[in-house]
């Protein structure tokens, strides 16, 4: 069956970076959009960054010049590398796999928790 499994998550304080992975298995990875969702508490699900099989980008506004999204697809992983962070970058970050670039797909990883201290 497909499992995404989120790690890199962690406690920092602002201006810190960290880099979170996403490991695919069950679907054939190279084939796949992946992408990146968060969402805080009390507040909706949203995009922060995906990459298409091609290797084509987007980026939410607040993840744009921060944030770097990339794929390994002889490890069938993808990373977020986030830098400058701050404290409104807290959530929990699940990644998705789709078939496209822009589409939400069926399949979550269990999500990794980012906490930014002030």
Same mark, same amino acid.
């Given at each position: 069956?497909?499992?995404?499994?989120?790690?890199?998550?962690?406690?920092?304080?602002? &201006?810190?970076?960290? *880099?979170?992975?996403?490991?695919?298995? &069950?679907?054939?990875? /190279?084939?796949?959009?992946?992408?990146?969702?968060?969402?805080?508490?009390?507040?909706?699900?949203?995009?922060?960054?995906?990459?298409?099989?091609?290797?084509?980008?987007?980026?939410?506004?607040?993840?744009?010049?921060?944030?770097?999204?990339? *794929?390994?697809? /002889?490890?069938? +992983?993808?990373?977020?590398?986030?830098?400058?962070?701050?404290?409104?970058? +807290?959530?929990?970050?699940?990644?998705?796999?789709?078939?496209?670039?822009?589409?939400?797909?069926?399949?979550?990883?269990? &999500?990794?928790?980012?906490?930014?201290?002030?």
């Amino acid at each position: 069956q497909v499992q995404l499994v989120e790690s890199g998550g962690g406690l920092v304080q602002a &201006g810190a970076s960290l *880099r979170l992975s996403c490991a695919a298995s &069950g679907i054939t990875f /190279s084939l796949n959009a992946i992408s990146w969702y968060r969402q805080a508490p009390g507040t909706q699900l949203e995009l922060v960054a995906g990459i298409s099989a091609g290797g084509a980008t987007n980026y939410a506004d607040s993840a744009k010049g921060r944030f770097t999204i990339s *794929r390994d697809n /002889s490890k069938n +992983t993808v990373y977020l590398q986030m830098n400058d962070l701050r404290p409104e970058d +807290t959530a929990v970050y699940y990644c998705n796999s789709a078939w496209r670039l822009g589409v939400r797909g069926a399949n979550w990883g269990q &999500g990794t928790q980012v906490t930014v201290s002030s």
